[in-house]
């Protein structure tokens, strides 16, 4: 590596480690002295510990590793870089005393990094007896902020909801943007590991009733669907459980956006996703309404929402029940959300 680039490495992993650190402290702005010690996992890992022991790495790693040693005490720890006060605070020592400590901790860095070579070599014992050069150290200590960042990151905002470098509070749009977005990552998790049907199940692809009967939504509905919920968009969104979201939309869909739809709903049924099924005129099988079955992302284990023809409105509460029925019968479900029926 010629001069010239390693000078350019160095200062750019230093920038990147300075870039790191601005975005820790902020992380611990606006909290009480309780919300910046409190242990928020089984390891009790917290906001102010996790601080202190980056301040330790900082003073370790561009201190006595380079023997350039740093002016004050260190802790001292096990022949595996191991010392378990390292990630709390006790109630004697202040917050204040922890950040001006990182801070010291920096600067001390600082002046090694920029007073040294990038090949300059040190000796971190607890890696081995093999020199070291001062690009690992810095590489390593970047990915050793940027992984304690993320701790902080989750922390906060299990904390207040804050999240970002800034550590902003969310806009009512984002609080429900993120709202809906944990809602499908729930109702995903739910799916993936067997929570929603158990492993192996089969689902019934059926029901008959004299007044309707239903089998699994699929593309070869498409016409029947969309002649159906679009004749009845009013009458569909004062039903229980809509409108729950943007359906039906307001400007209504072309066949080929609705066949897309109907593909949709097929593929959830084939893998377990959810499971939609239309609902049909026992005389004609034309589509009179829809039942669809999905995951929760609360405390029930399956969403159950209905919808009849504006023309079938006397089979709104039947087919529900029906279905209420059928759930208990045949699903393996036992706590439904029935949308308020």
């Given at each position: 590596m010629s001069d010239d680039a390693a000078r350019a490495a160095k200062t750019h992993l230093h920038q990147c480690l300075r870039w790191a650190r601005a975005e820790v402290l902020p992380k611990l702005d606006g909290l009480d002295e309780y919300d910046v010690r409190r242990p928020m996992t089984r390891t009790s890992t917290n906001l102010l510990g996790l601080v202190k022991h980056l301040a330790f790495y900082?003073?370790?790693?561009?201190?006595?590793?380079?023997?350039?040693?740093?002016?004050e005490p260190l802790p001292t720890v096990d022949q595996g870089f191991r010392n378990e006060d390292l990630m709390w605070v006790p109630a004697d020592e202040s917050r204040e005393q922890v950040v001006d400590d990182y801070r010291r901790a920096c600067r001390h860095a600082d002046d090694t990094i920029e007073a040294l070579p990038i090949d300059a070599v040190g000796h971190v014992p607890w890696w081995g007896a093999a020199d070291v050069p001062l690009f690992s150290v810095l590489a390593h200590m970047v990915g050793e902020t940027r992984q304690h960042l993320g701790h902080l990151d989750i922390i906060r905002e299990q904390l207040d909801g804050r999240i970002g470098e800034d550590v902003e509070a969310l806009s009512p749009e984002q609080e429900?943007?993120?709202?809906?977005?944990?809602?499908?990552t729930e109702r995903a998790a739910r799916v993936a590991g067997h929570r929603f049907t158990p492993a192996g199940f089969t689902p019934p692809t059926s029901l008959v009733d004299e007044r309707f009967r239903l089998e699994p939504l699929g593309p070869q509905h498409n016409t029947a669907d969309h002649a159906a919920w679009t004749s009845s968009i009013e009458h569909i969104r004062a039903s229980p459980g809509y409108p729950d979201g943007d359906w039906p939309p307001d400007g209504g869909?072309?066949?080929?956006?609705?066949?897309?739809?109907?593909?949709?709903?097929?593929?959830?049924?084939?893998?377990?996703?959810?499971?939609?099924?239309?609902?049909l005129e026992p005389a004609d099988g034309d589509v009179?309404?829809?039942?669809?079955l999905y995951p929760s992302a609360a405390e029930h284990d399956?969403?159950?929402?209905?919808?009849?023809?504006?023309?079938?409105?006397?089979?709104?509460?039947?087919?529900?029940?029906?279905?209420?029925?059928?759930?208990?019968?045949?699903?393996?479900?036992?706590?439904?959300?029935?949308?308020?029926?």
């Open positions: 900082e003073a370790s790693y561009f201190g006595f590793v380079f023997d350039r040693p740093y002016p429900a943007d993120f709202a809906r977005r944990w809602r499908r869909l072309t066949l080929e956006e609705n066949l897309a739809d109907l593909e949709r709903h097929a593929r959830d049924f084939e893998t377990g996703r959810g499971f939609t099924f239309t609902v009179i309404g829809c039942v669809y399956v969403v159950v929402q209905s919808w009849v023809r504006a023309d079938r409105a006397h089979l709104d509460t039947p087919l529900a029940d029906a279905v209420a029925r059928w759930i208990d019968s045949d699903w393996p479900w036992s706590r439904p959300d029935r949308c308020g029926r």
